[in-house]
């Protein structure tokens, strides 16, 4: 499954207001439950096959899928089904804890607006692993930083 077109890779994002942060921080949080539930309804599918495959046996075993280490990653090649539902149910929380980390950061966007900021700024978010990690606000949108990185909302 792949991330939805539109959903942020880690790097820099810049905005041109305070209200531009606040949308694309909708607009991801949005996008990451919306990934979040994709994989939930498959997540559910999956489940019911493997229950209906293994019918008569002990479902505990269905949690215990065997991986080996392969260089950097881990490998499973004997049951696919069982791994397929592992990676998906990491997928799943995982844009789980995206969204609920980018409602974090959205709720306290009226902090940032306490501080004073002018209605238009340029805005820099740095996203680790899709998650705003840092802003930095350019009140005066200095030449030397606005060109260096292109306007993304």
């Given at each position: 499954?792949?991330?939805e077109?539109?959903l942020?890779?880690?790097g820099l994002?810049k905005?041109?207001?305070?209200d531009?942060?606040?949308?694309?921080?909708?607009?991801l949080?949005?996008?990451?439950?919306?990934?979040s539930?994709?994989?939930?309804?498959?997540?559910?599918?999956l489940?019911r096959?493997?229950?209906e495959?293994?019918?008569?046996r002990?479902?505990?075993?269905?949690?215990?899928?065997?991986?080996?280490?392969?260089?950097m990653v881990?490998?499973?090649?004997?049951?696919?089904?069982r791994?397929?539902?592992?990676l998906m149910?990491?997928?799943m929380e995982?844009?789980?804890?995206?969204?609920?980390?980018?409602?974090e950061v959205?709720?306290?966007?009226?902090?940032?607006?306490?501080l004073g900021?002018?209605?238009?700024?340029?805005?820099?978010?740095?996203?680790?692993h899709?998650?705003?990690?840092?802003?930095?606000?350019?009140?005066?949108r200095?030449?030397e930083?606005d060109e260096?990185?292109p306007?993304?909302a």
């Open positions: 499954m792949q991330e077109k539109g942020p890779v880690p994002v905005l041109s207001s305070v531009s942060l606040r949308l694309y921080l909708k607009d949080m949005t996008n990451y439950e919306k990934e539930d994709k994989y939930g309804e498959r997540v559910g599918r489940m096959i493997l229950e495959r293994m019918a008569g002990d479902v505990k075993k269905l949690r215990e899928v065997e991986w080996r280490k392969s260089g881990m490998l499973n090649t004997d049951e696919p089904l791994g397929t539902l592992e149910i990491e997928a995982d844009y789980k804890a995206k969204a609920k980390r980018t409602a959205l709720a306290n966007i009226n902090e940032l607006e306490d900021l002018p209605y238009i700024a340029t805005i820099l978010v740095y996203l680790r899709g998650v705003p990690l840092r802003i930095v606000v350019d009140r005066e200095a030449p930083v260096m990185i306007v993304t």
